[in-house]
């Protein structure tokens, strides 16, 4: 009997299952941390949103030209949106504007939601914003307004909540 060198047919079924398997495995290791990375990139996507928010009231109301705040909601008026003042203090609202002195006029920044999406001015923060609301608390004093506002967003599936305080002098 003469002895079989190479690679029998067997042995090359054997070879191609074998790493038939193994690309199998790999796949399957590689999807299962595909789609942790496509959930990790929406949270990510959401605290972005969120972080433009903090920054960009943060950046207002620590201006040292800061002339007050107003707290309402933007309401529309034909193809345009336009802030509408709470008259009530105790109601929530979804926008907020902020005036800041400019040598012998006031700059006028608004913040708020429309539909899901939030502006600041007519930059776009984010979308898939699904609230947007603020209480505040507007206390007088003799020589200094001090606004005390809570702020609950929720944006995709998470929800942030904050409390920002500013002075007007």
């Known amino acids: 009997m003469k002895k079989e060198d190479g690679v029998t ?4 079924i054997i070879y191609i299952g074998a790493l038939l398997i193994i690309a199998v495995i790999i796949g399957r290791i590689t999807s299962f941390f595909y789609n942790n990375v496509m959930d990790i990139q929406e949270d990510t996507s959401y605290s972005n949103v969120y972080s433009k928010i903090n920054l960009s009231l943060l950046t207002l109301i620590e201006d040292e030209d800061l002339a007050g705040i107003e707290f309402g909601n933007f309401e529309r008026d ?3 949106y336009i802030f509408k003042e709470n008259e009530n203090e105790d109601d929530s609202c979804s926008a907020v504007r902020i005036m800041i002195n400019d040598g012998d006029e006031k700059k006028v920044k608004t913040i708020g939601l429309v539909g899901n999406q939030l502006y600041y001015d007519k930059t776009l923060l984010g979308e898939d914003v ?4 603020f209480s505040n608390n507007v206390k ?5 307004i001090t606004y005390t ?8 599936q998470e929800n942030y909540n904050h409390t920002y305080t ?4």
């Open 9 to 12: 047919v067997i042995s090359l």
């Open 78 to 80: 034909g193809e345009y």
């Open 130 to 133: 699904e609230r947007f609301s």
């Open 140 to 144: 007088n004093s003799e020589d200094k």
């Open 149 to 156: 506002m809570d702020l609950d967003v929720r944006i995709g």
């Open 166 to 169: 500013a002075v007007v002098e």
